[in-house]
Protein backbone atom coordinates (compact mmCIF):
# COMPACT_ATOMS: atom_id res chain seq x y z
CA UNK A 1 0.00 0.00 0.00
CA UNK A 2 0.91 3.64 -0.94
CA UNK A 3 2.23 5.52 2.03
CA UNK A 4 0.84 9.19 2.87
CA UNK A 5 0.88 11.99 5.37
CA UNK A 6 -1.84 13.20 7.64
CA UNK A 7 -1.39 16.75 7.01
CA UNK A 8 -0.15 16.75 3.29
CA UNK A 9 -2.60 14.26 2.27
CA UNK A 10 -5.26 13.45 4.19
CA UNK A 11 -6.64 16.44 5.60
CA UNK A 12 -6.64 18.83 2.60
CA UNK A 13 -9.40 16.12 1.00
CA UNK A 14 -10.85 16.02 4.51
CA UNK A 15 -11.57 19.76 4.19
CA UNK A 16 -12.66 19.52 0.64
CA UNK A 17 -15.18 16.84 2.43
CA UNK A 18 -16.49 19.20 4.67
CA UNK A 19 -17.12 21.90 2.44
CA UNK A 20 -18.80 19.78 0.00
CA UNK A 21 -21.19 18.28 2.45
CA UNK A 22 -21.93 21.45 3.41
CA UNK A 23 -19.80 22.16 7.03
CA UNK A 24 -18.41 25.40 7.97
CA UNK A 25 -14.95 23.92 9.70
CA UNK A 26 -12.41 24.48 12.15
CA UNK A 27 -8.51 23.28 11.17
CA UNK A 28 -7.37 21.31 14.09
CA UNK A 29 -10.16 22.51 16.72
CA UNK A 30 -8.61 22.23 20.44
CA UNK A 31 -11.78 20.22 22.52
CA UNK A 32 -12.26 20.68 26.27
CA UNK A 33 -11.84 17.11 28.01
CA UNK A 34 -10.70 15.69 24.54
CA UNK A 35 -7.79 17.47 23.28
CA UNK A 36 -7.72 18.00 19.58
CA UNK A 37 -9.53 16.74 16.73
CA UNK A 38 -8.48 17.40 13.22
CA UNK A 39 -11.71 19.33 12.18
CA UNK A 40 -14.40 20.27 13.72
CA UNK A 41 -17.11 20.64 11.32
CA UNK A 42 -20.26 22.81 11.87
CA UNK A 43 -23.74 22.20 9.66
CA UNK A 44 -26.01 25.36 8.75
CA UNK A 45 -28.73 23.44 10.31
CA UNK A 46 -26.97 22.90 13.82
CA UNK A 47 -25.34 19.42 13.34
CA UNK A 48 -21.94 19.17 14.32
CA UNK A 49 -19.12 16.48 13.85
CA UNK A 50 -15.42 15.52 15.02
CA UNK A 51 -13.24 14.98 11.89
CA UNK A 52 -9.78 12.44 12.51
CA UNK A 53 -8.11 11.95 9.60
CA UNK A 54 -6.01 8.66 9.64
CA UNK A 55 -3.16 8.65 6.65
CA UNK A 56 -3.52 4.52 7.60
CA UNK A 57 -6.07 2.18 9.73
CA UNK A 58 -3.93 1.56 12.49
CA UNK A 59 -6.80 2.91 14.39
CA UNK A 60 -5.96 2.96 18.01
CA UNK A 61 -8.81 2.09 19.72
CA UNK A 62 -8.36 4.51 23.35
CA UNK A 63 -8.49 7.33 20.67
CA UNK A 64 -11.91 5.94 19.17
CA UNK A 65 -13.22 5.58 22.68
CA UNK A 66 -12.18 9.49 23.65
CA UNK A 67 -13.84 10.71 20.65
CA UNK A 68 -17.26 8.80 21.26
CA UNK A 69 -17.56 10.15 24.75
CA UNK A 70 -16.59 13.67 24.28
CA UNK A 71 -19.20 13.22 21.24
CA UNK A 72 -21.99 12.27 24.08
CA UNK A 73 -21.51 15.12 25.83
CA UNK A 74 -23.78 16.87 23.57
CA UNK A 75 -27.95 16.50 22.85
CA UNK A 76 -27.61 15.45 20.13
CA UNK A 77 -24.34 13.80 20.24
CA UNK A 78 -21.86 14.55 17.61
CA UNK A 79 -20.92 12.79 15.12
CA UNK A 80 -17.76 10.95 15.05
CA UNK A 81 -16.18 10.94 11.37
CA UNK A 82 -13.06 8.92 10.43
CA UNK A 83 -10.90 10.09 7.19
CA UNK A 84 -9.13 7.73 5.50
CA UNK A 85 -7.48 7.27 2.30
CA UNK A 86 -9.91 5.29 -0.39
CA UNK A 87 -6.66 2.35 -0.93
CA UNK A 88 -5.90 2.18 2.95
CA UNK A 89 -8.75 1.02 4.08
CA UNK A 90 -8.76 -2.22 5.72
CA UNK A 91 -11.46 -4.94 6.33
CA UNK A 92 -10.40 -4.29 10.17
CA UNK A 93 -11.14 -0.90 9.73
CA UNK A 94 -14.49 -0.98 8.55
CA UNK A 95 -15.47 -3.33 11.40
CA UNK A 96 -14.05 -1.18 13.79
CA UNK A 97 -15.97 1.69 12.89
CA UNK A 98 -19.21 -0.27 12.31
CA UNK A 99 -19.27 -1.25 15.46
CA UNK A 100 -18.10 1.97 17.44
CA UNK A 101 -21.38 3.60 15.09
CA UNK A 102 -18.38 6.28 13.39
CA UNK A 103 -18.95 7.42 9.99
CA UNK A 104 -15.60 6.37 7.94
CA UNK A 105 -15.33 8.40 5.00
CA UNK A 106 -13.03 6.20 2.26
CA UNK A 107 -11.22 9.47 0.26
CA UNK A 108 -9.24 9.93 -2.97
CA UNK A 109 -5.64 12.16 -2.54
CA UNK A 110 -5.41 14.62 -4.09
CA UNK A 111 -2.64 15.63 -6.75
CA UNK A 112 0.39 17.72 -5.75
CA UNK A 113 -1.08 20.49 -8.29
CA UNK A 114 -4.81 20.07 -6.14
CA UNK A 115 -2.94 20.60 -3.01
CA UNK A 116 -1.51 23.48 -3.86
CA UNK A 117 -4.72 24.86 -5.01
CA UNK A 118 -6.08 23.66 -1.85
CA UNK A 119 -3.85 25.42 0.77
CA UNK A 120 -3.95 28.77 -1.00
CA UNK A 121 -7.66 28.80 -1.03
CA UNK A 122 -7.98 27.57 2.86
CA UNK A 123 -5.32 29.90 3.86
CA UNK A 124 -7.01 32.79 2.13
CA UNK A 125 -10.66 31.63 3.22
CA UNK A 126 -9.10 31.57 6.88
CA UNK A 127 -8.13 35.26 5.86
CA UNK A 128 -10.94 36.85 4.67
CA UNK A 129 -13.29 35.41 7.62
CA UNK A 130 -11.43 36.95 9.96
CA UNK A 131 -10.59 40.16 8.32
CA UNK A 132 -14.71 40.25 8.06
CA UNK A 133 -14.98 39.51 12.13
CA UNK A 134 -12.26 41.84 13.11
CA UNK A 135 -14.04 44.82 10.45
CA UNK A 136 -17.28 44.24 12.80
CA UNK A 137 -15.52 44.62 15.90
CA UNK A 138 -12.93 47.16 15.58
CA UNK A 139 -14.24 49.15 12.22
CA UNK A 140 -11.79 48.66 9.36
CA UNK A 141 -9.40 51.86 10.22
CA UNK A 142 -8.61 49.82 13.58
CA UNK A 143 -7.82 46.44 11.94
CA UNK A 144 -3.79 45.84 11.36
CA UNK A 145 -2.63 43.07 9.31
CA UNK A 146 -1.03 41.87 12.77
CA UNK A 147 -4.62 41.89 13.90
CA UNK A 148 -6.00 39.56 10.97
CA UNK A 149 -2.88 37.29 10.92
CA UNK A 150 -3.57 36.59 14.77
CA UNK A 151 -7.28 35.93 14.22
CA UNK A 152 -6.83 33.51 11.10
CA UNK A 153 -3.94 31.61 13.39
CA UNK A 154 -1.74 32.62 10.42
CA UNK A 155 1.72 33.80 10.48
CA UNK A 156 2.71 37.10 8.98
CA UNK A 157 5.37 35.65 6.29
CA UNK A 158 1.98 33.36 4.72
CA UNK A 159 -0.22 36.59 4.38
CA UNK A 160 2.90 38.38 2.57
CA UNK A 161 2.66 35.36 0.10
CA UNK A 162 -0.61 36.24 -1.45
CA UNK A 163 -1.51 39.44 -0.08
CA UNK A 164 0.67 42.90 0.37
CA UNK A 165 -1.87 44.72 2.09
CA UNK A 166 -5.22 44.73 3.88
CA UNK A 167 -6.72 46.36 0.74
CA UNK A 168 -6.04 43.68 -1.56
CA UNK A 169 -7.33 40.99 1.08
CA UNK A 170 -10.52 43.35 0.90
CA UNK A 171 -11.17 43.40 -2.74
CA UNK A 172 -9.80 39.75 -2.76
CA UNK A 173 -12.23 38.59 -0.85
CA UNK A 174 -14.86 41.75 -2.01
CA UNK A 175 -14.75 39.76 -5.83
CA UNK A 176 -15.27 36.62 -5.06
CA UNK A 177 -18.69 36.87 -3.02
CA UNK A 178 -19.57 39.56 -5.79
CA UNK A 179 -18.52 37.06 -8.64
CA UNK A 180 -20.89 34.33 -6.57
CA UNK A 181 -23.91 36.66 -7.02
CA UNK A 182 -23.29 37.66 -10.14
CA UNK A 183 -23.58 34.29 -10.95
CA UNK A 184 -26.51 33.37 -8.87
CA UNK A 185 -28.00 36.45 -10.92
CA UNK A 186 -26.97 35.66 -14.45
CA UNK A 187 -28.41 31.79 -14.34
CA UNK A 188 -31.68 32.96 -13.31
CA UNK A 189 -32.76 36.01 -14.49
CA UNK A 190 -34.58 36.65 -17.80
CA UNK A 191 -33.15 39.30 -20.42
CA UNK A 192 -35.72 42.17 -18.89
CA UNK A 193 -34.09 41.81 -15.41
CA UNK A 194 -36.81 40.02 -13.91
CA UNK A 195 -36.35 36.43 -11.91
CA UNK A 196 -39.00 33.77 -13.41
CA UNK A 197 -41.15 34.75 -10.50
CA UNK A 198 -41.23 38.67 -11.64
CA UNK A 199 -38.98 39.74 -8.71
CA UNK A 200 -36.42 42.38 -9.92
CA UNK A 201 -32.50 40.89 -9.44
CA UNK A 202 -31.48 43.34 -7.69
CA UNK A 203 -33.27 41.49 -4.79
CA UNK A 204 -30.11 38.68 -4.28
CA UNK A 205 -27.96 42.06 -3.47
CA UNK A 206 -30.40 43.39 -0.84
CA UNK A 207 -30.77 39.94 0.48
CA UNK A 208 -27.29 39.27 0.84
CA UNK A 209 -26.79 42.84 2.06
CA UNK A 210 -29.52 41.54 4.92
CA UNK A 211 -27.60 38.85 5.71
CA UNK A 212 -24.17 40.61 6.24
CA UNK A 213 -25.70 43.54 7.78
CA UNK A 214 -23.00 43.96 10.33
CA UNK A 215 -20.73 44.11 7.74
CA UNK A 216 -22.00 46.34 5.26
CA UNK A 217 -22.97 48.77 8.37
CA UNK A 218 -19.34 49.20 9.12
CA UNK A 219 -17.95 49.66 5.46
CA UNK A 220 -20.68 52.08 4.46
CA UNK A 221 -22.54 53.69 7.05
CA UNK A 222 -20.57 54.10 10.06
CA UNK A 223 -18.69 56.28 8.50
CA UNK A 224 -18.42 54.66 5.66
CA UNK A 225 -14.85 53.77 4.17
CA UNK A 226 -14.12 55.59 1.19
CA UNK A 227 -12.05 52.53 -0.75
CA UNK A 228 -14.37 49.98 -0.33
CA UNK A 229 -17.18 52.03 -1.54
CA UNK A 230 -15.46 53.22 -5.00
CA UNK A 231 -14.31 50.03 -5.34
CA UNK A 232 -17.88 48.76 -4.82
CA UNK A 233 -19.08 51.10 -7.44
CA UNK A 234 -16.08 50.30 -10.00
CA UNK A 235 -17.25 46.36 -9.57
CA UNK A 236 -20.74 46.88 -10.21
CA UNK A 237 -20.41 49.52 -13.20
CA UNK A 238 -18.05 46.43 -14.81
CA UNK A 239 -20.86 44.28 -14.12
CA UNK A 240 -24.12 46.14 -15.62
CA UNK A 241 -21.50 47.03 -18.25
CA UNK A 242 -20.87 43.24 -19.65
CA UNK A 243 -24.86 42.71 -19.41
CA UNK A 244 -25.94 45.82 -21.60
CA UNK A 245 -22.61 44.37 -23.97
CA UNK A 246 -24.22 40.47 -23.96
CA UNK A 247 -27.52 41.62 -24.62
CA UNK A 248 -26.31 43.72 -27.58
CA UNK A 249 -23.48 42.15 -29.13
CA UNK A 250 -23.71 43.86 -32.61
CA UNK A 251 -25.45 46.95 -31.64
CA UNK A 252 -23.57 50.01 -32.14
CA UNK A 253 -24.18 51.68 -28.74
CA UNK A 254 -21.68 55.08 -27.96
CA UNK A 255 -19.30 54.04 -25.05
CA UNK A 256 -19.91 56.97 -23.62
CA UNK A 257 -24.21 56.53 -23.38
CA UNK A 258 -23.33 52.77 -21.73
CA UNK A 259 -20.46 54.66 -19.26
CA UNK A 260 -23.56 56.86 -18.15
CA UNK A 261 -25.48 54.42 -17.25
CA UNK A 262 -23.61 51.77 -15.74
CA UNK A 263 -22.08 54.33 -13.43
CA UNK A 264 -25.59 55.83 -12.33
CA UNK A 265 -26.75 52.21 -11.95
CA UNK A 266 -23.91 51.47 -10.01
CA UNK A 267 -24.26 54.81 -7.89
CA UNK A 268 -27.79 54.49 -7.45
CA UNK A 269 -27.52 50.55 -6.18
CA UNK A 270 -25.07 51.88 -3.79
CA UNK A 271 -27.11 55.01 -2.59
CA UNK A 272 -30.28 53.21 -1.89
CA UNK A 273 -28.42 50.20 0.05
CA UNK A 274 -26.53 53.02 2.53
CA UNK A 275 -30.39 54.58 3.36
CA UNK A 276 -31.74 50.72 3.35
CA UNK A 277 -28.96 50.21 6.01
CA UNK A 278 -29.87 53.78 8.09
CA UNK A 279 -33.79 52.86 7.59
CA UNK A 280 -33.13 49.68 9.43
CA UNK A 281 -33.94 47.20 6.50
CA UNK A 282 -37.04 48.60 5.93
CA UNK A 283 -38.92 47.64 3.67
CA UNK A 284 -38.00 44.18 2.74
CA UNK A 285 -35.72 43.18 0.58
CA UNK A 286 -38.00 42.06 -2.26
CA UNK A 287 -39.36 45.92 -2.15
CA UNK A 288 -36.27 47.72 -2.07
CA UNK A 289 -35.22 45.62 -5.24
CA UNK A 290 -38.87 46.86 -7.17
CA UNK A 291 -38.31 50.29 -6.27
CA UNK A 292 -34.57 50.65 -7.76
CA UNK A 293 -36.28 48.76 -10.62
CA UNK A 294 -38.91 50.83 -11.02
CA UNK A 295 -36.92 54.11 -10.50
CA UNK A 296 -34.47 53.30 -13.54
CA UNK A 297 -35.25 50.14 -15.87
CA UNK A 298 -37.47 52.30 -18.48
CA UNK A 299 -34.45 55.22 -18.41
CA UNK A 300 -31.76 52.86 -18.81
CA UNK A 301 -33.21 52.12 -22.04
CA UNK A 302 -34.24 55.38 -23.52
CA UNK A 303 -31.18 56.68 -22.53
CA UNK A 304 -29.76 53.89 -24.97
CA UNK A 305 -32.13 54.26 -27.40
CA UNK A 306 -34.04 51.22 -27.47
CA UNK A 307 -37.26 49.30 -26.48
CA UNK A 308 -36.88 48.16 -23.12
CA UNK A 309 -36.93 44.45 -23.43
CA UNK A 310 -39.48 41.90 -22.37
CA UNK A 311 -39.66 38.56 -20.92
CA UNK A 312 -39.35 36.66 -24.39
CA UNK A 313 -36.90 39.19 -25.64
CA UNK A 314 -33.77 38.41 -27.60
CA UNK A 315 -31.02 40.82 -28.80
CA UNK A 316 -29.75 41.76 -31.30
Known amino acids: MAKYDEIEDVHPVAAQWLTQNGYIYKYEAKMPTYGRADFLGTHPDGRQIIVECKAHCKFIKMDILQVLNYCKQFSPPLRPVMVVPRNMVTSR ?10 DLVEIDILSRTQKRGWRKQNKTSLLSKALVTLIIEKGY ?27 ELLFKSMEEVYDDLVANMEKSTFHNGLL ?18 DFYRVMLVQPGVAVFINRARHYLAEEFEQDIQACFPDNAIPPQAIKTITNREAGALIGMVCWWLENGLQPAPEEMAHIFYASGHSGIWHTLGLPPPTVDSTYP
Open 93 to 102: ARLLCQSHNI
Open 196 to 213: PDGTPVEVIVFKHVQENV
Open 141 to 167: SKVTIGDICACAGIDRTTFSTYFQTKE
